[in-house]
C-alpha cells in the first residue's frame, strides 16, 4: 500500500488521517505537541469555529458528521447588538432552517485524532515537530523531542498541515516559481468568556452575536456548556491607547459594549486582560500548492485567512474531501492528482482568502448599513422564489459546496442583472413619467 | 568602535562595507562565494547593469562614482528596433548629455571590496555562508565552508545584504506582523552576446537597444570591450513552444530578430540556448526592513524587484547611502535610525518594485503605441521649458534622487493638471466651433 506522512495533527491534519485511514494507505503523523487528549490545556487558536456546509461534507465523508454536529450549537442569524445594549436588527443566515455550527476546536480535534487511531494502518507520532522538508533527498527532517533524534521521514505522499507557519512552506520558500504572501492586518484580538446565568445561557444561544462599531468589533459564540466564546477584536493601535490600564479597559466596554460588559464581568475581563496580549491576524495565499509531484501543502499552511467568513476550517476540510474526490478520479496516481488539485484548488484558495479580507470590512462596519442590509433581504427575498437561480454570495459560499471562485462568478452575474433591472426600471419610470407629463398637457 | 556585520559581499554588501569603513565601525562581512577577484568564472545574476543618478550619488560619497563611471559605456536614449530591422524610433531618456551608465557587474563588485579592504578596520571572511539569524541569542549563524564549522556571529549593527532568496529574511517569517510577498513573474530570460565587428562596436554604443515584440523584447547594452549583453525576456510558455529545439530557436529569431540574429550568429544563440535555461524574476516586497532595532534588510533582501525600470542596483546602492544619512542625523543611535529607516525606506521600496512591474508591460508592448510616445515627447517639451516644474516619470526615477513615493505622487499631480488642461481645451474648442457655426449662419 502507498505510505502518507502527514505533517500536522491538528485540525486538518488529523482530517486527513481519516480520509487516508480508510483509503486503506500506511499513515503517519508527526506532531509537535503532546496528545491534546492527554493534556490539561492546550495553548493557541481560538476555541470555537462555526462550522458550516463544506466542513460538514468532509465530515461525512469520514463518518464523523452527525456525531460531531450534534455536539455543538446551531446558529441561525447573526443578532446585532447596538451600543444602547438593543438588539433591533436580526439578519437571518439563509432560508428558516438554515444555520451554521458553533463547534469546540480542542474536542473536534480530539474526535478526530481518536476516530483515525482505530485504524490499524495509522501510526501518530506525538512530541515529533516538523523541522523542515529537504527536496533534494526528497525526505521529512523531523525532530524527536523526546530522545533529541533527528528523523529523516519519507512516504509516496507528504502533506504538509502544518498552519499558517508551516515548516514546510519554509523549506519550499527557493522552490522555482513559487509564488507567496503573507500579511498581517491591523486588527488583533482577544478571547474572553460569558458564563452561564442561573445554569442557563446569558444570552440567546442560537444566534451569532455581533458588536459592530467601525473599526473594532466582537462577537460571541454559544458552547454547549452553555457559555458564549467572545471576542473583542481590535486595531492594535486602540489596544495600546484606549486599553492600557484596567481603568481604561472598563471605561472602554462601559462606552461601547455596555450589556457585553454585564455579562463577561469587570474581573473576569481585566483578569484576562491582564494575563493575555491581543493575538495576530494573518493571511497567507501560495501558489502552487503542490511540488515535485509529491509534496502538497494543504489548510492554513496553503491559505490561512483572516476569520470573517468563518471559513478558515471549512476550507481546510474541504481540502481534504477534494484531494480525496481528486485521488479517486486519478485511480491513486499521485503525481496527477496533485497537478489537478492544484490548479483547481489554489484559485479557490485565493477566492476566499480575497473575500474573508473583504468581510473584514463588512463585519466591521457594513453590517449596520442601510444598502447592505437592504440588499441582504432582497437577496433573501428571490432566493425565496428562485431557490435554484438566486443563491446570496453568503449563502453560496456557507451553505453549498459551490467551488469558491465560481461562487464570486456568479455573483458578479447577479450584480450585473440587478444594475440591468434597475436600469430599466429607471427608463420604464422615466419614459412613464414622460407619458404621464405628456398626458397631462394633453400633447397626444 | 561599534560593529557592523554585514551579510553578504554582493554589490550591496560591498559597498555597505565602504560606507562603514569611512565612519570607523569594526566591518565583518561574510560571504558564501570565494573572493570573486580570484574566480574565473562567477555564476548567477546578469552580466551588466544601467548606473543612473541614486547608485552614482551613492558611489559617490565613498569616492569611487568618477572611476566607475569611467569604465562604463554611456546611453542617451533607447533605440527601438522594428521587425524589419529598421531603427526609426529613437526615444531620448532626457534632456540632452542625460544618460545612464552600462556597467560590468563583476568589475563593481571588485572595486568596492577592494577599496573596502584598504581599511584596518574592515574583515572579508569569503566562502563563509550566512545561514540563519537566531533572534532570540541575537546572533547570525555562519557556516565557515573551510572548517564545516559553525560559527555565531554578533555586532551592534546586523545587515542583511543577501540577496533576493536572503536567508536572514527567512529565518524573520515567524516575526510578528513581517508582511512578505514574492512573486515570479511569467517572464524567464536568457542572456546572449553580440561580438564586436572588425574590433567595433557592431552596433551604436551609447543607446539601450530595444526589439519590442508585445509579449517578448530583446535589449542590448554595451559593454566596454566593445560587446553587447544581450537578452531576450519571453514567457517560460513560449521557450518551451517555440524554442523547444535548434531549429525553432532559429526561426524564431530569423521571424522576430532578423537583424539582433545577424549580430549575434546562429552558432553562437544555438551554444547558448543547449547551456543555459531561461532564468527566473522575482519581485519581492516586505515591511518592516528593520527587527528588533538592531537587524536590516538592505538591497535585494528587502526589495527584489523586476528589472524593468534599471533600478534594483541604484535602489539598493541608495538604500546604502539613506542609511548612512540617517545615521548621521541619528549620531549613531542604531535602534532610532533602523526605525526611521525603516518607515521611510519601505514606502520608497513599494513604490519602485510597483513602478518596476509597471514598466514589464511598458517595454513589452507600450513603447510603439502612438499615445506612449506622444506623452513622453510632450514631458520632455514640457521639462525643456519649465525645468523645475515640469519632471517627466522616468526623469524624476532617473536623474534625480526624488523619494520614489514623491516621484509618483509628483506624477500623479502632473497627470491631474493634463487632464484638466485637455478639458478646458476641449471646452474652449466646442465653444469656439459654437461661435463659428453660429458666425457662419450669422446667427449674432
Request: include cysteine.
Amino acid at each position: 500500500m502507498p505510505k502518507v506522512i502527514i505533517c500536522g495533527a491538528g485540525l486538518v491534519g488529523a482530517l486527513n488521517a481519516c480520509f487516508f485511514a480508510r483509503r486503506g494507505w500506511d499513515v503517519e503523523v508527526y506532531e509537535f505537541r503532546d496528545d491534546i487528549r492527554q493534556m490539561e490545556h492546550v495553548p493557541g487558536r481560538s476555541i470555537n469555529l462555526a462550522l458550516s456546509c463544506r466542513g460538514k461534507s468532509a465530515l461525512e465523508a469520514v463518518g464523523l458528521k452527525d456525531y460531531i454536529v450534534e455536539q455543538g450549537v446551531k446558529m441561525y442569524a447573526r443578532l446585532v447588538h447596538n451600543q444602547d445594549g438593543k438588539t433591533t436588527n436580526r439578519q437571518p443566515y439563509g432560508q428558516p432552517g438554515e444555520h451554521i455550527v458553533s463547534i469546540n476546536r480542542r474536542h473536534l480535534n480530539e474526535v478526530m485524532i481518536t476516530q483515525a487511531e482505530e485504524y490499524d494502518n495509522v501510526k501518530f507520532f506525538f512530541q515529533h515537530k516538523v523541522r523542515r522538508m529537504d527536496m533534494k533527498l526528497g525526505v521529512v527532517i523531523v525532530e524527536n523531542f523526546l530522545t533529541a533524534e533527528e528523523l529523516f521521514v519519507n512516504g509516496d505522499l507528504i502533506l504538509a498541515c502544518d498552519g499558517a507557519h508551516s515548516a514546510i512552506r519554509r523549506s519550499l520558500m527557493a522552490f522555482p516559481q513559487f509564488n507567496f504572501s503573507q500579511e498581517y492586518i491591523k486588527h488583533g484580538y482577544i478571547e474572553l468568556n460569558i458564563l452561564p446565568k442561573d445554569d442557563k445561557f446569558a444570552l440567546e444561544p442560537n444566534v451569532f452575536h455581533l458588536w459592530p462599531r467601525g473599526d473594532f468589533t466582537v462577537i460571541a459564540l454559544a458552547n454547549t456548556d452553555k457559555t458564549f466564546t467572545t471576542t473583542l477584536f481590535a486595531p492594535f493601535e486602540l489596544f495600546e491607547k484606549r486599553m492600557g490600564n484596567d481603568k481604561d479597559v472598563v471605561q472602554f466596554f462601559s462606552e461601547y459594549f455596555p450589556d457585553a460588559l454585564k455579562h463577561i464581568g469587570e474581573p473576569a475581563l481585566l483578569e484576562t486582560f491582564n494575563r493575555v496580549k491581543p493575538q495576530t491576524l494573518i493571511s497567507v495565499k501560495c501558489e502552487p500548492h503542490a511540488f515535485a509531484g509529491k509534496v502538497l501543502l494543504m489548510g492554513d499552511a496553503a491559505h490561512a485567512m483572516v476569520p470573517f467568513y468563518g471559513q478558515g476550517m471549512n476550507c481546510g476540510f474541504e481540502d481534504c474531501l477534494v484531494l480525496s474526490e481528486i485521488l479517486d478520479q486519478c485511480k491513486d496516481d499521485v503525481a496527477l492528482t496533485l497537478k489537478t488539485y492544484s490548479t483547481q484548488r489554489c484559485r479557490d484558495a485565493r477566492t476566499i482568502i480575497d473575500l474573508a479580507m473583504y468581510n473584514y470590512q463588512e463585519l466591521k462596519d457594513l453590517v449596520n448599513r442601510k444598502s447592505y442590509k437592504l440588499r441582504k433581504k432582497f437577496d433573501l427575498f428571490l432566493n425565496k422564489w428562485m431557490p435554484n437561480t438566486w443563491v446570496p454570495l453568503y449563502s453560496m459560499v456557507t451553505f453549498t459546496r459551490t467551488p469558491y471562485h465560481e461562487v464570486v462568478e456568479i455573483r458578479k452575474w447577479q450584480d450585473q442583472v440587478l444594475r440591468r433591472t434597475f436600469n430599466v426600471t429607471l427608463l420604464a419610470a422615466a419614459v412613464g413619467g414622460a407619458f404621464s407629463v405628456a398626458k397631462h398637457f394633453k400633447l397626444f
